[in-house]
């Protein structure tokens, strides 16, 4: 990994964590609107940010979650295998924004996987929960497609790292 590429995984897991303790409140109930992942379409600008995406999930999910360790495996794993999947089904598109559309489905239908963790720790209703939390990421993904968007415009998102 080169020192630039090092050097903006740790900003951007930086920035990721400093915004989920500011909305800690809201980043781990079974309704979560966790604004840190707006940070995940970042992911369709270049895929060299995967790592400071990965690293401010598994950080918040180390300082801020009340699950500890159920939280790292499901919510670290839910990041990189939602990531993973985005990374797959983008390939051939080149419109940033239909990119970050697909992210943000690919990111709403996982929310299963959080729900079942939420459903294993705390016995609440799968399809019930994974409602709430589809909808609730839905949401975040989406306003951050025009926050993306815009940012990008201002700074050459795939050129940074």
Not at 14 to 19: D, E, H, I, S
Not at 116 to 130: A, E, K, N, S
Request: hydrophobic residues 55%; proline residues 4%; contains cysteine.
């Amino acid at each position: 990994m080169k020192t630039k590429t090092l050097a903006v995984s740790g900003i951007i897991g930086a920035l990721y964590v400093a915004v989920m303790i500011v909305l800690a409140p809201f980043g781990f109930t079974n309704i979560q609107f966790r604004l840190a992942e707006i940070f995940n379409h970042l992911v369709v600008f270049n895929k060299k940010y995967f790592a400071g995406i990965i690293i401010g999930v598994f950080v918040s999910n180390l300082l801020l979650s009340e699950v500890g360790p159920m939280d790292l495996l499901f919510g670290v794993g839910h990041s990189i295998i939602s990531l993973s999947i985005t990374l797959f089904l983008i390939k051939r598109i080149t419109s940033p924004v239909k990119r970050m559309m697909v992210n943000t489905a690919v990111f709403t239908t996982t929310m299963c996987i959080i729900s079942w963790q939420l459903h294993l720790v705390f016995g609440l209703p799968f399809w019930i929960t994974w409602g709430y939390l589809a909808i609730s990421e839905f949401i975040v993904m989406a306003i951050g497609i025009p926050l993306m968007h815009t940012l990008n415009k201002r700074l050459p998102l795939s050129k940074l790292i």
